[in-house]
């Protein structure tokens, strides 16, 4: 049929297709593989197809290692392959070695099936002996598995003991003699060793199939009581560690099988488990698991869909259960998945974190898994969607588009279960992902490699969290309050407006990450209501500054939501459309010099003119450097940033013999007073008609704001 040029990882052939033509390989070399039961290699001179039968299914993939030449011959008969052999005698011997080569390989697997098939049954039955033990250790009823009581290994195939291995174990042997003197002495010799290594490879592929398929077998009978004992024993280990806590001894019990432990409580069935396990076995074994091939990119996305799936369900199991293994609250907290992925250190560290953790008493700085708990009793509402719609109008959008109907809508509504699948499949997987800082690489399950930091140094505890969002607002006071109004009927005030402060949520993504996200500013349409901020939980960036980054966006987006589509219009003055005009018309500013102007221009080519992006950096810098008295913006930006964004009490006074700020906090006093004296005469109006002796709550918190 002629030659062809198969390049790297391109199939030759599928497990299924039929069996119509052998290739001989030129050039290059074949992986032949049975997912991931069998995994062989062919090199120069093996022929593919010749150990099956013309016209059955293919029983395996043949994927191009490297870039191969072959040499395809129709194949209908063994006469085929014999001509095949005869038109190609000048490698016939490099033929036959390769072909014995593949033989022995089959019975390697063979071997290697039989020893893992041996092993499962010795596993299982020392389990159910251990798991009977534990059970009446935590002193309750052990199930019966009838599939363990009965469970006996196979028996060796007679194959592999016989004299007929041994012959091929010994043409591979002495290859190089073989290869120097039989094969070349006669063609036939060569002919003879192929056909004779095909037809036993046809003997040895039933024994695979036959072990392969008790091994499968025996997993899917066995899967509840694995499921159950590692459940058990998890629980175990985590009455052992709480009596080592309480003694105050440091003897913990170390964390093994995490991810048997993990997909037991999750309950997760057995194609989700098999294909998440070998799926990150596959991972850690990458070389470069950074890598940005079709092939890396669809095995990350696959750990992510059921790490995923995995975690919701090992969410609502721990909503049945007060008794929630170590293993998983690291799997909750730092998407922990295993140890020997997180290797021995972090595994103790996240071990000593997850055991440690304290939540926040105020309820404003959570980890995924307890804003995930909020939701579901009700506490808090989903986040928005990637459209910035709320948990109502995403059903709405779901309706209309015909992916549910209002009935189901109606019961969706206000339904906990599926408010929660809704954040941990739309904002958890996307902030997860956004906040690890690459997202051409992440995967959320935690591994070793990234972590390149001290796990002590990166832990976003609740106390580092608050102190770097509370010295933000020592700063800029203003960073997050809002104006709110109400009315006073008795004196026909209709509409009276003061400004309240509304701390974030601040939810802590569980990966080791580098950003910070703004995932929205209100919830629904209630400016009033507290914004949705999403930092990493095992942070490797300094963590002041990312606070510092994210509050900038908030103050951005925050501007725009209640200017609306007026937030850039220059007539209606704000933070944003003041920013906007000095970005787009910088080059006509006189208050810049040149070398000022250059600096615009500088900037918003290094953020793609994005006007929010080039605040933002302006924000740090004003924040970190400018409140210190250390000149980093222009007369204009730093206009701009004090009007809006005004330093707070202590700021304002040590700046106050700066010549920079002189102007600006002469102007400020001066409005500032204009406020203060206009509150105490409206003040005076109210105790006076009300007769009362305490002003109204919206006006005290009014007087509160002015003093900062």
Not at 17 to 36: H, P, R, Y
Not at 102 to 118: D, G, I, P, R
Not at 147 to 169: R, T
Not at 331 to 336: A, D, I, T
Request: with cysteine.
């Amino acid at each position: 049929m002629g030659k062809i040029d198969i390049a790297k990882g391109q199939v030759l052939h599928k497990k299924g297709d039929t069996i119509k033509d052998v290739a001989i390989i030129l050039k290059g070399s074949f992986i032949i593989k049975d997912g991931d039961t069998v995994t062989m290699k062919a090199s120069n001179g093996t022929i593919l197809g010749a150990f099956q039968s013309v016209g059955e299914a293919c029983i395996y993939d043949y994927v191009a290692e490297e870039d191969s030449t072959l040499f395809l011959y129709d194949y209908a008969s063994d006469d085929d392959l014999v001509n095949a052999i005869k038109e190609t005698a000048s490698v016939a011997p490099a033929m036959a070695s390769a072909t014995v080569n593949l033989l022995n390989s089959m019975l390697t697997a063979l071997t290697t099936l039989y020893e893992q098939s041996c092993k499962l049954c010795q596993s299982l039955k020392h389990d159910y002996s251990e798991y009977r033990n534990i059970c009446a250790e935590l002193m309750v009823m052990p199930n019966s598995y009838d599939a363990i009581n009965v469970l006996y290994p196979p028996k060796k195939p007679a194959i592999l003991e016989g004299w007929e291995a041994e012959l091929w174990h010994t043409y591979q042997e002495k290859n190089d003699a073989l290869r120097k003197d039989y094969y070349p002495a006669d063609i036939n010799f060569c002919i003879g060793t192929i056909m004779q290594a095909a037809k036993m490879a046809k003997q040895i592929q039933p024994q695979i199939d036959t072990i392969v398929e008790f091994i499968h077998k025996t997993q899917a009978d066995t899967d509840d009581f694995v499921k159950e004992y590692h459940y058990q024993r998890a629980k175990l280990d985590n009455a052992k560690r709480q009596e080592a806590i309480a003694a105050g001894s440091g003897n913990l019990p170390q964390i093994k099988n995490a991810l048997r432990t993990i997909l037991a409580f999750a309950g997760a069935d057995r194609e989700t488990s098999d294909t998440f396990s070998k799926d990150l076995k596959k991972f850690m074994a990458c070389p470069d698991k950074t890598e940005k091939s079709a092939e890396m990119r669809q095995l990350r996305q696959r750990i992510a869909e059921n790490f995923y799936k995995i975690y919701e369900l090992a969410f609502f199991k721990s909503l049945e259960t007060g008794d929630v293994p170590a293993e998983i609250k690291m799997f909750f907290l730092f998407g922990f998945v295993d140890e020997k992925m997180a290797g021995e250190e972090n595994t103790a560290a996240l071990y000593k974190y997850a055991l440690l953790w304290e939540d926040d008493p105020e309820g404003a700085i959570v980890p995924a898994y307890k804003w995930l708990q909020k939701i579901y009793i009700g506490e808090v509402a989903p986040s928005k969607d990637e459209f910035d719609n709320d948990w109502s109008e995403h059903l709405k959008e779901n309706v209309r588009q015909g992916n549910i109907s209002q009935a189901q809508a109606d019961a969706m509504q206000n339904d906990p279960k599926e408010k929660v699948i809704y954040e941990l499949r739309n904002m958890i997987t996307s902030a997860n992902k956004m906040t690890y800082g690459s997202v051409f690489s992440f995967i959320p399950a935690f591994y070793a490699q990234p972590a390149a930091k001290p796990l002590e140094v990166c832990l976003a505890s609740v106390e580092k969290v608050r102190k770097s969002i509370d010295r933000i607002r020592s700063i800029d006071f203003g960073c997050f309050y809002r104006q709110a109004h109400t009315s006073f009927p008795e004196m026909k005030i209709n509409r009276y407006v003061y400004n309240v402060e509304v701390l974030p949520y601040i939810i802590l993504m569980p990966n080791f990450g580098s950003r910070g996200v703004m995932w929205q500013e209100i919830e629904g349409r209630v400016r009033t209501s507290p914004a949705h901020l999403m930092v990493s939980i095992l942070h490797s960036e300094n963590l002041d500054n990312t606070m510092v980054s994210i509050c900038a966006q908030f103050r951005w987006e925050m501007c725009k939501r209640v200017q609306g589509v007026h937030y850039s219009d220059i007539t209606d003055p704000s933070l944003t459309s003041e920013y906007v005009n000095y970005l787009q018309f910088y080059k006509k500013n006189s208050d810049l010099s040149d070398d000022m102007k250059e600096r615009v221009k500088a900037a918003l080519k290094k953020y793609g003119n994005n006007y929010r992006s080039v605040f933002a950096s302006e924000y740090e810098m004003y924040i970190n450097n400018e409140s210190g008295g250390i000149p980093r913006l222009n007369k204009v930006a730093r206009e701009i940033l004090f009007k809006y964004c005004t330093f707070s009490k202590k700021y304002r006074q040590s700046l106050s013999t700066n010549p920079q700020y002189r102007k600006l906090l002469d102007a400020w006093h001066i409005s500032q007073d204009d406020k203060e004296h206009t509150l105490e005469l409206f003040s005076r109006r109210i105790l006076s008609t009300t007769k009362s002796k305490e002003l109204p709550k919206e006006v005290q918190l009014e007087a509160e704001y002015l003093k900062l």
